[in-house]
């Protein structure tokens, strides 16, 4: 091991004595230099090589070389060129190797060696580590495609980099990212083709090619160029993808994703387009995604033209595919083409009335054909309340409950609209009474792990209830009936929900009744931290003018019980003992 480093340090010796001779270091910097290479080959030859050493070596090697850069151009004009300016990179090069070599599984030190190389113009160590990695690694898709990149972009080797390509797909056949690299790779070209003829002033319209006179090679070398350009490499690529992944939708969405890039493809554009339609009729995002896909490039002279053919496009997708999905889909379309509407100051063919229209009807037909979601439900009476009709938007809510008895967004608004016609309406007994009622059917329905916003919802709109509705005030202990099917539970289940009716129950009805009501759910089966906390806030508030009792025993009870998931409830057990007692807890 030592010889292997003396022989190595010896061979950096002409190096370092230009870079003294010329000035850039000094004999001390020098010694200094050496020592710290010692140190790290000796690192890097023990038998347990650790990939950090490798990487703090390069890290140095990297700023010291920087610093080499930086003094040389201090020197201006006088500075010369020497052994010392090179022999920094080819050292790092060096490392790098024995790196990969040494880890030559770990994907992220190849791409820092990649990356080093493009940065010192090393090209053919590029090569040479690119093809170094595809022999390690033959089945990482992304290395191909790198490798495939680096050619065509850089090298300007478009055959090189399809024949890598073409490679790669042998060896990575079901390979979702390289299909669609391959593809766009292809697309590249032909514009590269494009934009070649444009500069040399070929694109002008040539004369009719016939096999009269030019000859049937002549005829077809032309109509492949022309092929060529228009993207039939790409299709041939996307017509190979689909025979290797014959089942999958969003891979062939893919390829329309790479499209949105390029302009002026439409024969390819057209070509998955039409094989999208043909072998996934049902597939409610393929549909969705062919409506949309003109509108991303269409400027304001084809927008109104693109957005009818799109609408278009949804209606002939519900009556292939009536599903809840797909009316989903179709509305948050509209919803989308109303609100840029309304911010275009440009009148076009499809005011914002009359996309409300095409969207009610489209709700109406999703309601009779029994496919009305939550979600429709609430983009229904949503869109009903901004047109001023509640009444239509309450009955259309009542609906939407019917069919989606479990959906606690649908009866959230529901109850959120009754509460609003109740207060306008100066929140009458009989009223009050179908709230309370409106409530407790809604509470119910929904399954217990997805109602806790509801419960919190539906205290909350009591607790105004209470505080507004004068003459008629409805009591807030009746809250205790509707919490009184849910005490069987554990408190856990709906710590955030008691932990809401405590607080509301103390600031409307006294500290009393909210006390009465939290020692019944603190008797239960390990009560929720959530609760604790709220009986501790209200007690802490109302121990101000007592002697804090009730809070302590509270804070030790919550300790006991969660004070080893929750570091925060000692912090607050200190606070309070130290303003309690004016003395800092040990």
């Known amino acids: 091991m030592a010889d292997t480093v003396q022989y190595l340090l010896e061979e950096m010796i002409p190096e370092l004595e230009d870079l003294e001779k010329r000035g850039l270091f ?39 070389d920087e610093l080499r850069r930086h003094r040389k151009k201090q020197q201006g004009e006088d500075a010369v060129h020497g052994l010392g300016d090179t ?24 791409m820092k060696y990649f990356k080093f190389c493009r940065a010192c113009g090393g090209h053919k160590r590029l090569d040479q580590a690119l ?13 191909w495609a790198y490798a495939a990149a680096w050619e065509l972009e850089h090298r300007q080797d478009a055959d090189a980099a399809r024949a890598l390509m073409l490679r790669g797909l042998r060896n990575c056949k079901h390979s979702e990212r390289l299909w669609h690299e391959y593809f766009r790779m292809e697309l590249v070209y032909a514009n590269k083709l494009r934009e070649r003829r444009r500069v040399l002033e070929l694109d002008a319209p040539a004369p009719e090619v016939t096999e009269e006179e030019d000859g049937e090679d002549a005829v077809k ?28 939708s969003t891979f062939r969405l893919g390829f329309l994703k790479v499209l949105e890039s390029f302009d002026g493809f439409k024969e390819v554009e057209d070509a998955v387009l039409s094989n999208l339609a043909s072998d996934f009729p049902l597939d ?79 709700f109406s037909r999703a309601a009779d054909g029994s496919v009305y979601s939550g979600r429709l439900t609430l983009d229904h009476a949503l869109l009903l309340r901004e047109l001023g009709r509640s009444k239509e938007a309450e009955r259309v809510l009542k609906t939407g409950c019917s069919l989606n008895p479990a959906d606690p967004q649908v009866w959230q608004v529901r109850i959120q609209i009754r509460f609003h016609s ?25 399954p217990r792990e997805a109602a806790t916003p509801l419960w919190i919802d539906v205290l909350r709109l009591l607790a105004l209830c209470a505080q507004e509705v004068d003459g008629n005030r409805l009591p807030f202990a009746r809250v205790f009936q509707l919490l009184e099917s849910s005490l069987t539970l554990t408190s856990a289940e709906l710590g955030e929900v008691t932990a809401a009716a ?17 020692r019944r759910l603190l008797a239960l089966p390990r009560p929720a931290l959530a609760l604790y906390r709220s009986c501790i806030r209200i007690e802490i508030a109302a ?31 200190l606070q309070y003992e130290h303003a309690a007692t004016g003395a800092v807890g040990k």
């Open 131 to 143: 093809t170094d990695a595809l022999n390690f690694h033959p089945n990482e898709s992304g290395l």
């Open 543 to 573: 121990g101000a003018s007592g002697d804090g009792r009730r809070a302590r025993e509270l804070l030790d009870a919550a300790t006991d019980l969660y004070g080893s998931e929750d570091a925060n409830l000692w912090l607050q057990f």
């Open 284 to 362: 409610e995002g393929c549909w969705d995604y062919r409506a949309r896909f003109h509108l991303a490039s269409a400027d304001e002279t084809s927008r109104e033209e693109t957005i009818t053919l799109a609408i278009q496009v949804y209606l002939d997708a519900l009556h292939s595919v009536p599903t809840a999905k797909m009316y989903e889909l179709t509305a948050a379309f509209f919803k989308e083409q109303i609100a840029e509407t309304l911010l275009s100051r440009s009148p076009g063919s499809q005011t914002p009335d009359d996309l409300r229209t095409h969207l009610l009807k489209i």
């Open 422 to 446: 109740v207060m306008e309406n100066g929140g009458t007994e009989a009223e009050l009474q179908g709230f309370v009622k409106l409530c407790g059917l809604a509470l119910r329905s929904v």
């Open 221 to 248: 070398l032309a109509r492949n160029r022309e092929r060529i350009m228009n993207g039939a490499v790409a299709i041939l690529a996307y017509r190979k993808s689909i025979e290797a992944l014959p089942q999958s």
């Open 502 to 518: 405590i607080e509301w129950l103390a600031l409307l009805e006294g500290i009393e009744s909210a006390r009465h009501l939290y």
């Open 26 to 64: 000094s004999r001390a910097e020098i010694k200094q230099i050496v020592k710290k290479r010692t140190h790290f080959e000796y690192l890097l030859k023990r038998r347990a090589t650790l990939k950090t050493d490798f990487v703090r070596y390069i890290h140095y090697e990297t700023k010291l």
């Open 87 to 110: 022999g920094g990179i080819r050292r790092l090069h060096f490392i790098f190797q024995r790196c990969v070599k040494k880890f030559r599984g770990d994907l992220q030190l190849w």
